[in-house]
């Protein structure tokens, strides 16, 4: 299909060079197979990450301890690639870079950063992120866990829920409640007391594993807690490195059903000619392609924001709230082009569909990002 605006001509040579790369990695080892694994609820993530660290694709946007220091945009267009795919893909990445190893980097001690990162960016160790509870999602500053010193240790007990890669993690950054305020704790997974049953009869990133996390009398060494940084400041930089991918990601989701329902379209014939050459199909057609394309375009303009240092966590909010909207409501378009077939897996589009009902949710909901700009725009805050 056309790049009709030609919006990857703003790419340079090496976001070139990693776009077609990663394209080809999920043609060849993701799309072949993800119907399947969606369908039996299934990720070989031990099988997938050493090739995810092969490339270059895990903790990409970090520099240093094996990790490939790439730009920001050259990050964005590779989680297009991989949700292009599949949101679980992408996901595993961005948790694996953005959630786990980020934090690590920017806020670990030297020896924290020496024994995971180089093992994480090559996809030998595998990392997730806690800080979702059972009944504090949007609200983490409530959050129930809570680590209490005893003597140079730490006592780290609670729960977390919904936590990408959980049950297959080596190591857990974990948020908590201390009596010095919000701390991050490096837990590898086989300390005594720590537990990640996965969660299942999911409808939704379902070639994905999530899980709950469970912390009995989880005793750490003073060592394991991040030294550079306290309060929701450390999860929230976390969550804003994940949701500019999520921002790229969803993009690619979006033409992949975009593509699915245009070959469908040209193909699929009623009344003697095919369905794409009534007007009805092609409206569809074309709006899909806008808001595919302006999902792109606002990629493209945060992207060049981050690069400059001048993100903000509200124009990231704009990102996600936008750019997954849009998305969901082109693979719901996308659904209803491809008729009965749109509900098999077959076809990509109600996999993807599905997925991004997971995505407007996680990492801050719709409502949350609403409520970002609300008080961008009124200076109000209305969390409370």
């Not at 660290?53 to 946007?61: A, I, N, R, T």
């Not at 500053?141 to 240790?153: E, F, L, P, Q, V």
């Not at 059903?257 to 057609?285: H, M, N």
């Not at 109600?350 to 801050?364: A, F, K, P, Q």
Request: net charge negative.
């Amino acid at each position: 299909m056309d790049d009709l605006l030609r919006l990857d001509d703003r790419l340079d040579g090496d976001q070139r060079l990693i776009r077609d790369t990663v394209k080809s990695f999920v043609a060849d080892h993701v799309l072949p197979y993800v119907g399947d694994w969606f369908e039996e609820g299934t990720f070989p993530a031990r099988e997938l990450a050493p090739a995810l660290g092969s490339l270059g694709l895990l903790g990409m946007h970090l520099e240093g301890y094996g990790c490939a220091g790439t730009d920001a945009i050259s990050y964005g267009v590779a989680c297009r690639e991989l949700e292009a795919g599949d949101s679980g893909l992408r996901s595993f990445v961005s948790v694996q870079g953005s959630l786990a190893m980020f934090p690590i980097w920017r806020y670990g001690s030297s020896e924290q950063k020496e024994q995971w990162l180089p093992a994480m960016a090559a996809g030998e160790a595998i990392g997730c992120f806690g800080l979702t509870e059972p009944d504090h999602g949007s609200d983490p500053a409530n959050m129930r866990t809570y680590a209490k010193r005893d003597g140079s240790d730490w006592i780290l007990n609670g729960s977390k829920m919904w936590i990408t890669n959980g049950s297959i993690a080596d190591v857990a950054v974990v948020w908590a409640q201390t009596d010095e305020g919000i701390r991050g704790f490096v837990v590898p997974t086989d300390t005594p007391g720590f537990s990640a049953p996965e969660i299942h009869k999911k409808l939704s990133l379902r070639a994905s594993v999530t899980s709950s996390l469970y912390f009995d009398d989880v005793r750490l060494p003073a060592f394991a807690v991040l030294p550079g940084v306290s309060g929701l400041k450390g999860p929230l930089s976390c969550l804003s490195e994940a949701r500019f991918g999520i921002i790229w990601g969803v993009v690619g989701a979006a033409r992949a059903c975009l593509e699915a329902a245009v070959s469908y379209a040209k193909t699929r014939v009623q009344f003697d000619k095919p369905i794409g050459a009534f007007q009805l199909t092609q409206e569809k057609l074309a709006w899909m392609y806008v808001g595919t394309a302006q999902a792109g375009l606002t990629a493209l303009h945060l992207g060049a924001l981050k690069e400059a240092g001048k993100l903000e966590p509200r124009q990231i909010s704009f990102g996600k709230l936008a750019n997954v909207r849009a998305a969901l409501d082109i693979a719901r378009q996308a659904r209803t082009i491809l008729g009965g077939n749109g509900i098999t897996l077959e076809y990509p589009v109600i996999r993807h569909m599905n997925n991004l009902e997971s995505v407007l949710t996680y990492e801050g909901t719709q409502e949350i990002h609403t409520l970002v700009l609300g008080e961008a725009l009124t200076g109000l805050a209305a969390y409370r």
